[in-house]
C-alpha cells in the first residue's frame, strides 16, 4: 500500500471511529433523556399539588378544590376526594402512607384554610383542623409520622398531634409562609415565605438556629435531599440555591428558569433536583427542568406544560415524574414523565 494509500486508510478509520463516537454519544444523550409517558387536561382545575403514594401505586393531585386520586399503573381515577372550599394547594402522604393531608385556601379575601387529613385505605375524612386565618400554602408530615405541619400566609406554622387529633403548638415566623418541609431524619425543619430569608427550625430544640440569606425575592419552593445534608430553594427571582445543612452555607445558585420556581424535588438517590416554575394569572408555557446535583449543571428541560408549573415529585423508585400546571381559578393539567436513572 503506498503513502497516499495509508494517509487515506488512516482517515476513513479516524472517521470512522469519530462517526462512532458521536453516535454512541447520541445514543447516551438520548437514553438519558426524560419521555413523556401520560398527559391529562380537560376536566382538571389548577393543579397546584402532586403527591405520589410511598408504594408508588397513587397519585395524589390537587385539582382546584378537590383532591383526585389516579392509579399509576392504569393511567385511571381511582377516586376524587372533596369538603375543601377552596384551591387545594399542598398536599403530602404520611410516611407509612396510610393518611393524606390537604391544605387550602383562598387569596382573595382573609378566609381561613382548611387542612384535611384524609384516611388512604378507605378515603374517609379521618381530621378536619381549623386554626389558621388566612390560605394555607404548605403541609409536611414529621418523619415519625405522629406529627402534621401547616404553613400559612397568616404568618403561623402550626403543629398538629396526629395522635390526639389537637393542635399542639401554633409558631409565629413573622412572615407569611409560602413553603416548608422536614428533613428526611427529622433534626430540621425549612420554612420560607414572603422575607426572602430560608429558616431552618431545630425540630428537638424547638428553636431557629440558623437563617439563611441570599434569595432576593420571595422563597417560594423548599426540599430536602434524602440523605438531608443538601437544601434546595426556589424564589420569584427564578434562582435556586442550594445549601448545605450542617454549615448553613451556600453551595451554588441554578440559574436557567424564566420565570418565578414554585417546585422542587429531589430523586430519591438524591443525583437529580427537579423544578417547576411559570405565572399564576399569564396563559403561557411552563417549564420543568432536571438538574444535576453533583455537577450543578442542567441536565433536561421538559417542555409541553401550555401554563406554569407549580408542583413536582418523583416516585419512590425514582422512575417517574410527576408535574402539575394551571391558571389560578382557571384550567389545568398534569403530566408524567419516564426518568431514566442510569443504572
Known amino acids: 500500500m503506498g503513502s497516499q494509500g495509508v494517509e487515506g486508510?488512516?482517515?476513513?478509520?479516524?472517521?470512522?471511529?469519530?462517526?462512532?463516537?458521536?453516535?454512541?454519544?447520541?445514543?447516551?444523550?438520548?437514553?438519558?433523556?426524560?419521555?413523556?409517558?401520560?398527559?391529562?387536561?380537560?376536566?382538571?382545575?389548577?393543579?397546584?399539588?402532586?403527591?405520589?403514594?410511598?408504594?408508588?401505586?397513587?397519585?395524589?393531585?390537587?385539582?382546584?378544590?378537590?383532591?383526585?386520586?389516579?392509579?399509576?399503573?392504569?393511567?385511571?381515577?381511582?377516586?376524587?376526594?372533596?369538603?375543601?372550599?377552596?384551591?387545594?394547594?399542598?398536599?403530602?402522604?404520611?410516611?407509612?402512607?396510610?393518611?393524606?393531608?390537604?391544605?387550602?385556601?383562598?387569596?382573595?379575601?382573609?378566609?381561613?384554610?382548611?387542612?384535611?387529613?384524609?384516611?388512604?385505605?378507605?378515603?374517609?375524612?379521618?381530621?378536619?383542623?381549623?386554626?389558621?386565618?388566612?390560605?394555607?400554602?404548605?403541609?409536611?408530615?414529621?418523619?415519625?409520622?405522629?406529627?402534621?405541619?401547616?404553613?400559612?400566609?397568616?404568618?403561623?406554622?402550626?403543629?398538629?398531634?396526629?395522635?390526639t387529633g389537637k393542635e399542639r403548638i401554633d409558631i409565629e415566623f413573622g412572615s407569611q409562609v409560602l413553603a416548608m418541609a422536614y428533613s428526611p431524619d427529622g433534626k430540621t425543619k425549612v420554612v420560607t415565605g414572603r422575607d426572602k430569608m430560608v429558616k431552618l427550625w431545630d425540630v428537638a430544640r424547638g428553636q431557629v438556629p440558623a437563617v439563611l440569606e441570599g434569595h432576593t425575592d420571595d422563597v417560594t419552593a423548599a426540599a430536602f435531599s434524602g440523605d438531608s445534608k443538601t437544601l434546595a430553594t426556589g424564589d420569584r427571582a427564578k434562582i435556586i440555591k442550594l445549601w448545605d445543612v450542617a454549615s448553613a452555607k451556600e453551595i451554588a445558585s441554578l440559574k436557567g428558569h424564566g420565570d418565578a420556581v414554585w417546585a422542587l424535588a429531589f430523586s430519591p438517590d438524591g443525583t437529580?433536583?427537579?423544578?417547576?416554575?411559570?405565572e399564576f394569572l399569564q396563559k403561557r408555557p411552563g417549564e420543568v427542568k432536571l438538574w444535576d446535583v453533583a455537577t450543578r449543571k442542567e441536565r433536561a428541560s421538559l417542555r409541553g406544560h401550555t401554563l406554569g408549573v407549580f408542583s413536582v415529585a418523583f416516585s419512590p423508585d425514582g422512575k417517574m415524574l410527576a408535574s402539575g400546571s394551571g391558571q389560578l381559578f382557571g384550567a389545568g393539567e398534569f403530566k408524567l414523565w419516564n426518568v431514566p436513572t442510569g443504572k
Open 9 to 163: 486508510w488512516r482517515r476513513g478509520l479516524c472517521l470512522g471511529l469519530a462517526s462512532l463516537s458521536l453516535g454512541a454519544y447520541a445514543a447516551l444523550v438520548a437514553a438519558q433523556a426524560p419521555t413523556e409517558k401520560l398527559t391529562h387536561k380537560g376536566d382538571l382545575g389548577c393543579v397546584l399539588a402532586v403527591a405520589f403514594s410511598p408504594d408508588g401505586k397513587t397519585l395524589a393531585l390537587g385539582n382546584a378544590d378537590k383532591v383526585t386520586l389516579w392509579d399509576v399503573a392504569t393511567g385511571k381515577v381511582r377516586t376524587t376526594l372533596k369538603g375543601h372550599t377552596f384551591q387545594v394547594k399542598s398536599l403530602a402522604y404520611s410516611p407509612d402512607g396510610k393518611l393524606l393531608a390537604s391544605v387550602s385556601g383562598d387569596l382573595d379575601a382573609n378566609k381561613a384554610g382548611e387542612v384535611k387529613v384524609w384516611d388512604a385505605a378507605t378515603n374517609k375524612q379521618r381530621f378536619s383542623f381549623k386554626g389558621h386565618k388566612e390560605a394555607i400554602w404548605s403541609v409536611a408530615f414529621s418523619p415519625d409520622g405522629k406529627t402534621l405541619a401547616s404553613g400559612s400566609v397568616d404568618r403561623s406554622v402550626i403543629l398538629w398531634d396526629l395522635t
Open 272 to 278: 437529580i433536583l427537579a423544578s417547576g416554575s411559570g
